[in-house]
């Protein structure tokens, strides 16, 4: 005789074996199979979910060869493996993961799974995810970590030599030590990816993004924290065709950040190119953007940075902040942001005689610098094709451009973070084609 037993949470099941005597009956909510011959191959097991327990030796042993799962869901319950569910899962499966701590770092190569909470966020992975696989979908989970230095356990999820099409989403990162939330290999390999709505808390860094044409939007990334190992930024970005969007970085204390240099976006390495950062809000930094090459093979270029509100109010951050600080890399366009109490310059442009290029075709117009270093902003003086104009300045020294003015925005509440211009502000009118300056428009 064999025994399979299936959990349910609905408790109507119907099971058809052609030729076999089978006696089913109920009990303590479970559904229990008798059969007295052996199991035929074409079982059709009707039901909502299975459900995945460790502590079931009859299950352990005979899932693999007898389920079939008719919705392609597998639930794994508290106190079991995660990597028994993945085990068992077939492309276009979703395991779901109910409330619980699991201790367990899993390399995914399987394409086409969903791993998502059964109830969102109360699930807590200690380790994470490596991606080799495609098109996987992880959502509505807790992940912390303990590895602060080992390679590349140290990132969260990591996308490694495939993740093509992953979607991190809605997901709660927090108290990791080593390195970023989120990450990928170093190349232009991972494409496609969409990083949203997650929260990553009191971690070393943010997000990490790599490849090709990633959406990262409405993510939060609150209060770096350095443990001692690397630097901490909100985010760093690398490779091409990203898409940055309404994401919202802030509350790090220069306390907890030892000698990082914090960054809302960084990049400094590879050919970076045709990246869209729009909409952004970022608060308690020392560069909004630190843009910078580390050879003169890099050939960083085509950065559009626009709408975007950066933001100081702490006194460490403020006395070293610039907005956006950009090394020899062309044709960026800083247009309609907000820039805050930048302590040391609003935008900067710099060049270095090591390398074959200076910064050229610059485009600064339609912002709004506010109590920022003089000059706001700075082009180098070998530049070629840069334009600037239309920007309003307010306590921020001398105008860099005749098109430049000295004026306050009257923004609607300062001292609540509310930075549209008031109804009746100069910034309301003041761009090039009548619209408004500034990231926000005027209420």
């Not at 170093?186 to 990083?195: E, F, P, R, T």
């Not at 990246?275 to 020392?286: A, Q, R, V």
């Not at 530049?383 to 309003?392: A, E, L, M, R």
Request: net charge negative; aromatic share 12%.
């Amino acid at each position: 005789m064999k025994l399979l037993r299936i959990y349910f949470i609905g408790i109507a099941g119907i099971v058809i074996i052609p030729g076999v005597l089978i006696i089913i009956f109920h009990l303590d909510n479970h559904l229990k199979i008798r059969t007295a011959g052996l199991f035929a191959s074409n079982i059709i097991l009707i039901q909502k979910f299975i459900y995945i327990n460790n502590q079931d030796p009859s299950l352990k042993e005979n899932s693999q060869n007898h389920l079939i799962r008719n919705n392609h869901s597998i639930v794994v319950e508290s106190g079991s493996s995660i990597k028994e569910a993945y085990d068992l899962a077939s492309p276009g499966d979703t395991i779901l993961i109910k409330e619980g701590t699991y201790k367990e770092r899993l390399i995914l190569k399987k394409d086409n799974l969903t791993i998502r909470g059964f109830t969102r966020r109360t699930a807590t992975i200690i380790g994470g995810f490596e991606i080799w696989g495609n098109h996987i979908k992880i959502e509505s989970l807790n992940f912390t970590n303990e590895t602060v230095k080992k390679w590349p356990e140290r990132y969260t999820i990591f996308l490694r030599n495939g993740g093509n099409g992953t979607q991190i989403i809605d997901n709660y990162f927090f108290n990791i030590p080593g390195d970023a939330a989120i990450s990928a290999q170093d190349n232009n390999i991972v494409a496609d990816v969409i990083i949203k709505d997650n929260y990553v808390y009191n971690c070393a860094m943010g997000i990490d993004i790599h490849g090709r044409n990633w959406l990262v939007e409405n993510n939060e990334v609150e209060k770096l924290h350095n443990y001692g190992y690397g630097d901490s930024d909100y985010s760093r970005f690398h490779g091409t065709g990203h898409v940055i969007r309404n994401n919202y970085f802030h509350g790090t204390d220069p306390s907890e950040i030892g000698k990082s240099h914090v960054d809302c976006f960084q990049t400094f390495r590879g050919s970076t190119s045709n990246i869209l950062i729009e909409g952004n809000t970022c608060y308690d930094f020392h560069q909004g953007i630190m843009s910078e090459q580390r050879d003169s093979l890099d050939n960083t270029n085509n950065i559009t940075v626009i709408k975007n509100v950066f933001a100081n109010f702490k006194k460490d951050f403020i006395d070293h902040s610039h907005g956006v600080i950009v090394h020899e890399s062309d044709h960026y366009i800083i247009q309609n942001n907000t820039f805050i109490n930048m302590g040391v310059r609003g935008v900067l442009f710099k060049d270095d005689p090591n390398f074959p290029f200076s910064p050229d075709y610059e485009t600064v117009k339609d912002n709004i610098f506010y109590q920022d270093g003089s000059p706001a902003y700075h082009f180098t003086k070998n530049s070629i094709g840069c334009v600037g104009g239309y920007n309003i300045l307010f306590n921020s020294g001398e105008l860099p451009d005749s098109l430049d003015i000295e004026e306050d925005p009257m923004f609607k509440d300062f001292a609540g973070l509310d930075f549209h211009p008031a109804s009746n502000s100069i910034a309301c009118g003041f761009s090039e084609n009548g619209s408004y300056v500034g990231a926000l428009p005027c209420e």
